[in-house]
């Protein structure tokens, strides 16, 4: 049991790590967008809620 355990907990890290990453590309997206053209406001919001559910 204890395998299976470490494997779940890996993977729960690997999530947190996943979605940290994520957080971080849709803070940088406005901001690149706002470097490609200047005319089109970075309107994008920076969070979003999701069902925390995947599938």
Known sequence: MKDVMELLRAKEQELLKLKRQVEALRIALPLLRAD???H???TTPATTKGTGQLG
């Open 40 to 42: 089109v406001p970075a």
């Open 36 to 38: 490609d053209d200047p």
